[in-house]
Structure formats: structure tokens, C-alpha cells
């Protein structure tokens, strides 16, 4: 019974962690939107469950890896599962972001985000190079090719949300170092996703899985990804001298790549509810995307002064925070149905 609750704990629990982050942090951004502080504190609730789930969902996993023999190599024979792991840099990201948020930067805490910014960084980087030789060289099934080989070069995007702070407080070669790798993993991300998200589009259109299917709302947080990217290097201003682009232009794209978003959120509210979708842990793949749509959204009202896109944030993150009792109810069948029928695995 023991060995059979940890092997549920794959890397793809670690979807429910960031699900949970992002909602957390879109309480955090509606409570600035709104000047309400009690939601201020709900997102503080959100962040601290995030960060226990992460925790416990990490050693269950790591005992998993350890501990069962014919389980130690079956992420890196499973592009999804690996892709996944992809998830844990993005944590790490966001978790450190959220707390600079809360608490502010002092010289420890700066220190300490600097040695996770590099970490997280060149794990997210070492992940995806890892996913690119399993595609070239793997014998690949074709349940594998979904939205979720996204993850790995999506992960090295989120980097930002760490520079940014970083990069304010600190100047000259540090500030130097992280800007020339946030650049560097924007043009990262952006083009592995033109080439991976093709692959993944090929193999979601070829093959409808309901397994799978939620985790085509991963290239809403793309396009936001490259959003929040582009607004947020618009800001280092004050440290870097030569920024390449001005504050219209990142208006401009911005809003061209917030168009395609609502396309994909909208197509994506429509398939959450299929009956197919029902019962797997991939919903959880709605949530950082979702928390990626509405800390763009936000980030480019404060931008371009368009109210409605304040009401449309609202939208979102009411969406996401009802999405999140979905993706529970969703956990639980799928816990039933590993207990009482055969393992997910299987």
C-alpha cells in the first residue's frame, strides 16, 4: 500500500504546486488592482499552501525516483514526464518572487535569490537540452507529443520574474549578467517554442487524448510570457543604458501577442469542461498559464491606460481561483480511480 500511494507522485503533481502559486499571485496583483487587503492575505494563504504542496509532492517524488526500482528511469523515458520536471525551476522562480514581494530585498536576501536565479536558470536550461536530445534520439510513442514538451523552454521564460528585482537592486556586471540572460533565454524560449510547440500542435491535433488535452492551454502563457518579458526589460531602464526597443513598441507587440491570448483562452474555456478532460491531473496545466494571461493583462493596462483590460484581469482571475477547486475535484477522482481501479502508470 505504501509503494503504491508514492508511485503515484510522478512529476506531474508538481502541476497542482504552480497552480496553486499562480493563484496566489494573481490574489497578490488584484489586491494592488483593487487596494483590498484582504485578498492581500488570501493570496498569502495560497502562497503558503503552494509552497507545502510543492514540498511534500517533492519527496514523495524524490522517494519515488529512489526507492522503487522500475520507476527510477521512467521520466527520463517519457518526454511528458520529463517535461514536467521542467515545472520545478518555474517553482523556484516564482516562489523566490512572490517572497521578495512580500517581505522586500535586503543584502541576505538578495544574495540568496542571485545563487537561486543561477540555479534555477541552468536547471531550467540543462532540462531542456535534455528534452531536445530525447526528441532527436528517442523512439517516441505518440501520447508523448503534447503541449507539455512546451514546459522545459517555457521554464528558462519565467526567469524574469526573479531578474526583475535582482536587477534593481543590484547594478554594473551582476545587473550586466542577468539582462544578457534574460535576453538570451527570451530568444530561448521563443524560438524552441515555434519549433517544439509545432511538434506538439502536430501531435494534439493527430491525437485527441483527453489525458493530454488540458495541457493545450500551455501556449496562452507564451505569448504572455513574452508579454511580461518585453514590459518588464522595457523597465531596466534606470540600470541597463542600452535597451533596444522603446515603450511604444513594447505597447505595440505587446498587445498584437495579448490578441492571440484571448483566442487561446477562449478556445481553452471551452475544452476545460469536455467530459474526456475529466479526472486527470493534466488540468492542472490550466493554472500558470492562466496566471501568466492575467499578470499580462494587468501589466499591459498599467501600460496602455485601457480600463477594460482591468475587467478582464478581474475575469481571468476569478477563473483561475474557480479553476483551482476544479483541478481538487479533479485530483481526487484521479486518487479514486489509482486506488480502486489500476495505477495511473498502468
Request: glycine share 8%; no cysteine.
Given at each position: 500500500?505504501?509503494?503504491?500511494?508514492?508511485?503515484?507522485?510522478?512529476?506531474?503533481?508538481?502541476?497542482?504546486?504552480?497552480?496553486?502559486?499562480?493563484?496566489?499571485?494573481?490574489?497578490?496583483?488584484?489586491?494592488?488592482?483593487?487596494?483590498?487587503?484582504?485578498?492581500?492575505?488570501?493570496?498569502?494563504?495560497?502562497?503558503?499552501?503552494?509552497?507545502?504542496?510543492?514540498?511534500?509532492?517533492?519527496?514523495?517524488?524524490?522517494?519515488?525516483?529512489?526507492?522503487?526500482?522500475?520507476?527510477?528511469?521512467?521520466?527520463?523515458?517519457?518526454?511528458?514526464?520529463?517535461?514536467?520536471?521542467?515545472?520545478?525551476?518555474?517553482?523556484?522562480?516564482?516562489?523566490?518572487?512572490?517572497?521578495?514581494?512580500?517581505?522586500?530585498?535586503?543584502?541576505?536576501?538578495?544574495?540568496?535569490?542571485?545563487?537561486?536565479?543561477?540555479?534555477?536558470?541552468?536547471?531550467?536550461?540543462?532540462?531542456?537540452?535534455?528534452?531536445?536530445?530525447?526528441?532527436?534520439?528517442?523512439?517516441?510513442?505518440?501520447?508523448?507529443?503534447?503541449?507539455?514538451?512546451?514546459?522545459?523552454?517555457?521554464?528558462?521564460?519565467?526567469?524574469?520574474?526573479?531578474?526583475?528585482?535582482?536587477?534593481?537592486?543590484?547594478?554594473?556586471?551582476?545587473?550586466e549578467s542577468i539582462y544578457f540572460l534574460v535576453l538570451m533565454g527570451l530568444?530561448?524560449?521563443?524560438?524552441?517554442?515555434?519549433?517544439?510547440?509545432?511538434?506538439?500542435?502536430?501531435?494534439?491535433?493527430?491525437?485527441?487524448?483527453?489525458?493530454?488535452?488540458?495541457?493545450?492551454?500551455?501556449?496562452?502563457?507564451?505569448?504572455?510570457?513574452?508579454?511580461?518579458?518585453?514590459?518588464?526589460?522595457?523597465?531596466?531602464?534606470?540600470?541597463?543604458?542600452?535597451?533596444?526597443?522603446?515603450?511604444?513598441?513594447?505597447?505595440?507587440?505587446?498587445?498584437?501577442?495579448?490578441?492571440?491570448?484571448?483566442?487561446?483562452?477562449?478556445?481553452?474555456?471551452?475544452?476545460?469542461?469536455?467530459?474526456?478532460?475529466?479526472?486527470?491531473?493534466?488540468?492542472?496545466?490550466?493554472?500558470?498559464?492562466?496566471?501568466?494571461?492575467?499578470?499580462?493583462?494587468?501589466?499591459?493596462?498599467?501600460?496602455?491606460?485601457?480600463?477594460?483590460?482591468?475587467?478582464?484581469?478581474?475575469?481571468?482571475?476569478?477563473?483561475?481561483?474557480?479553476?483551482?477547486?476544479?483541478?481538487?475535484?479533479?485530483?481526487?477522482?484521479?486518487?479514486?480511480?489509482?486506488?480502486?481501479?489500476?495505477?495511473?502508470?498502468?
Amino acid at each position: 500500500m505504501k509503494d503504491r500511494l508514492i508511485n503515484f507522485f510522478g512529476s506531474e503533481w508538481f502541476g497542482m504546486a504552480i497552480a496553486t502559486l499562480a493563484v496566489a499571485q494573481t490574489f497578490f496583483l488584484a489586491s494592488r488592482y483593487m487596494e483590498n487587503i484582504t485578498l492581500k492575505y488570501t493570496g498569502e494563504i495560497f502562497f503558503y499552501l503552494g509552497i507545502i504542496i510543492f514540498l511534500v509532492i517533492f519527496i514523495l517524488w524524490t522517494i519515488r525516483g529512489l526507492t522503487i526500482h522500475d520507476k527510477k528511469w521512467s521520466h527520463w523515458n517519457n518526454l511528458t514526464r520529463l517535461s514536467f520536471i521542467a515545472l520545478v525551476p518555474i517553482i523556484l522562480f516564482v516562489i523566490n518572487h512572490i517572497t521578495i514581494e512580500l517581505y522586500g530585498i535586503n543584502e541576505l536576501m538578495a544574495r540568496l535569490s542571485l545563487y537561486n536565479y543561477f540555479f534555477s536558470y541552468f536547471l531550467a536550461l540543462i532540462l531542456g537540452v535534455l528534452l531536445g536530445y530525447r526528441l532527436y534520439t528517442k523512439e517516441i510513442n505518440r501520447n508523448e507529443i503534447n503541449y507539455a514538451i512546451i514546459i522545459p523552454p517555457l521554464s528558462i521564460g519565467t526567469s524574469i520574474f526573479l531578474a526583475t528585482p535582482l536587477i534593481g537592486y543590484y547594478h554594473g556586471t551582476i545587473a550586466e549578467s542577468i539582462y544578457f540572460l534574460v535576453l538570451m533565454g527570451l530568444g530561448i524560449f521563443f524560438f524552441l517554442y515555434i519549433f517544439i510547440g509545432s511538434v506538439a500542435l502536430s501531435g494534439h491535433v493527430s491525437n485527441k487524448s483527453g489525458s493530454s488535452l488540458p495541457t493545450a492551454m500551455l501556449p496562452v502563457g507564451v505569448s504572455s510570457l513574452i508579454i511580461i518579458n518585453l514590459i518588464s526589460i522595457n523597465s531596466f531602464g534606470a540600470v541597463i543604458d542600452h535597451l533596444p526597443f522603446s515603450i511604444y513598441t513594447v505597447e505595440f507587440v505587446s498587445i498584437l501577442l495579448w490578441g492571440f491570448e484571448v483566442w487561446n483562452f477562449l478556445v481553452m474555456m471551452i475544452i476545460v469542461f469536455r467530459k474526456e478532460t475529466f479526472g486527470y491531473l493534466s488540468v492542472w496545466a490550466y493554472g500558470f498559464p492562466l496566471g501568466l494571461f492575467a499578470t499580462s493583462t494587468i501589466k499591459l493596462e498599467e501600460v496602455t491606460k485601457i480600463v477594460i483590460l482591468g475587467n478582464i484581469f478581474i475575469f481571468i482571475w476569478v477563473a483561475l481561483f474557480l479553476l483551482w477547486f476544479y483541478g481538487i475535484l479533479n485530483t481526487y477522482v484521479f486518487i479514486r480511480r489509482g486506488i480502486l481501479g489500476s495505477h495511473p502508470d498502468k
